[in-house]
């Protein structure tokens, strides 16, 4: 079954400090992974794509990793601001243009 | 530059009544996307079409749910009727082309049905 799954669930981190998002999945054949960032009330913005050749990505302080073998997928979030709390979305393209989402992690920087 | 622009930014109707939400694409892009996004399923792709012509509406939740894109430059959902459960935040993105997987959100249209 094709499933993309998050964790943690949510998360409160001290603003400077850093934090690592994970994302597992089990879709197959797999395409791509994306990462996006959802600020509440506002669309999904990506933050980094990855095929299956790609095992990390950097945006800024945001650096994605990538491990097909294992289908895992973490994001890494560096000297954490305040902007940076939303929601964080995994998804994952299978098949030609399937796709399945993680639930995403609420992530929440506090000063 | 402008993004993709979603009307209304938020609909508030009757149980039974149509609702139609409309998006306009970024120019020059050919694939466009409907997601709908609540607290207990997340984000769920409804269809997309690829230059005007719908490829995937697998995501469709029922009949009552429709989608056109008579141009390159504007598509609707309809609901018809609507019923409390449609309550949700329906996003549609646009991208390139068919096979980018950089796709660009809209604002959002917040639906709620009563």
């Known amino acids: 079954k094709n499933q993309v799954e998050q964790s943690p669930q949510s998360l409160i981190i001290l603003e400077g400090k850093n934090c690592t998002l994970q994302?597992?999945?089990?879709?197959?054949?797999?395409?791509?992974l994306r990462w996006y960032k959802q600020d509440t009330g506002r669309g999904p913005v990506s933050l980094t794509i990855?095929?299956?050749?790609?095992n990390t990505k950097s945006n800024g302080r945001y650096t994605a990793t990538l491990d097909a073998d294992t289908k895992q997928s973490s994001l890494h979030i560096t000297a954490s601001q305040l902007s940076d709390s939303a929601s964080y979305i995994c998804?994952?393209?299978?098949?030609?243009?399937?796709?399945?989402f993680g639930a995403g992690t609420r992530l929440t920087v506090k000063p | 530059d402008a993004g993709v622009i979603q009307s209304p930014r938020h609909e508030v109707t009757e149980m039974g009544q149509e609702v139609t939400l409309r998006c306009k694409p970024i120019?020059?892009?050919?694939?466009l996307f409907w997601y709908r996004q609540t607290m207990m399923r997340g984000l769920e792709l409804l269809i997309y079409?690829?230059?005007?012509?719908?490829?995937?509406d697998s995501g469709m939740p029922e009949d009552r749910f429709s989608a056109k894109m008579p141009n390159a430059s504007f598509s609707t959902l309809k609901i018809q009727p609507s019923e409390p459960r449609d309550s949700a935040v329906y996003f549609c993105?646009?991208?390139?082309?068919?096979?980018?997987?950089?796709?660009?959100f809209g604002p959002g249209t917040r639906l709620t049905v009563t």
């Open positions: 993105a646009s991208s390139l082309q068919e096979s980018s997987y950089e796709q660009y």
């Open positions: 994302c597992n999945y089990t879709v197959s054949p797999f395409s791509n």
């Open positions: 990855m095929t299956f050749s790609e």
């Open positions: 998804v994952v393209g299978y098949n030609n243009n399937d796709m399945r």
């Open positions: 120019s020059g892009h050919n694939s």
């Open positions: 079409f690829n230059n005007n012509v719908p490829i995937d």
